[in-house]
T-cell receptor, first 113, second 113 residues
């Protein structure tokens, strides 16, 4: 069965500092990987996705993530964060060709001025 | 930009009552989903729906739950007899295909007293 582990429940960083949000997954088959963001009082919005091809994927708002198959990781990074990046970030996985997404427990990113 | 809309945004109900949560998916999407997030926990898959029938459901989706696409635009989740533990945020999502790129609504918060 698939599972997703987000290693940090909360990550506080200062504005303009770099950030990495960690995500590890387990699956017995090939997967698609996603990061979703949830701003306060809003729904889940897709940040970026890995389906195939280049292991470094770029998303919206300056975020990027790298798929590492050997380490079964898909960490999210941003070189310089802004106050507006304050949100909850969810890593998710699905088997290729499957519909169901399995989510991690989320990481709350807090940006301090 | 097309979006998934959900109503109501918040519903309070008494234990044992029936609740219907409504969703309008993006118009050209073919796959529809319900997820839920109990406060402080992961976003959990409930059910997926394609071609007017359930394509997959989780163990959470027991006989008290049902889904329906009564017309060409709405997608509903019915909870027949609510329990305290059904209190959660319920997210509707839709996707154009099976690549896992889901588009989420803003959620319906259900509080069961």
């Amino acid at each position: 069965a698939q599972s997703v582990t987000q290693l940090d429940s909360q990550v506080p960083v200062f504005e303009e500092a770099p950030v990495e949000l960690r995500c590890n997954y387990s699956s017995s088959v090939s997967v698609y990987l996603f990061w979703y963001v949830q701003y306060p009082n809003q729904g889940l919005q897709l940040l970026l996705k890995y389906l195939s091809g280049s292991t470094l994927v770029k998303g919206i708002n300056g975020f990027e993530a790298e798929f590492n198959k050997s380490q079964t990781s898909f960490h999210l990074r941003k070189p310089s964060v802004h106050i507006s990046d304050t949100a909850e970030y969810f890593c998710a996985v699905s088997d290729q060709g499957a519909q169901k997404l399995v989510f991690g427990q989320g990481t709350r990113l807090t940006i301090n001025p | 930009e097309p979006e998934v809309t959900q109503t109501p945004s918040h519903q309070v109900t008494q234990m044992g009552q029936e609740v219907i949560l409504r969703c309008v998916p993006i118009s050209n999407h073919l796959y529809f989903y319900w997820y839920r997030q109990i406060l402080g926990q992961k976003v959990e898959f409930l059910v997926s729906f394609y071609n007017n029938e359930i394509s997959e459901k989780s163990e959470i989706f027991d006989d008290q739950f049902s889904v329906e696409r009564p017309d060409g635009s709405n997608f509903t989740l019915k909870i027949r007899s609510t329990k305290l533990e059904d209190s959660a945020m319920y997210f509707c999502a839709s996707s154009p295909g099976v690549t896992g790129e889901l588009f989420f609504g803003e959620g319906s918060r259900l509080t069961v007293l």
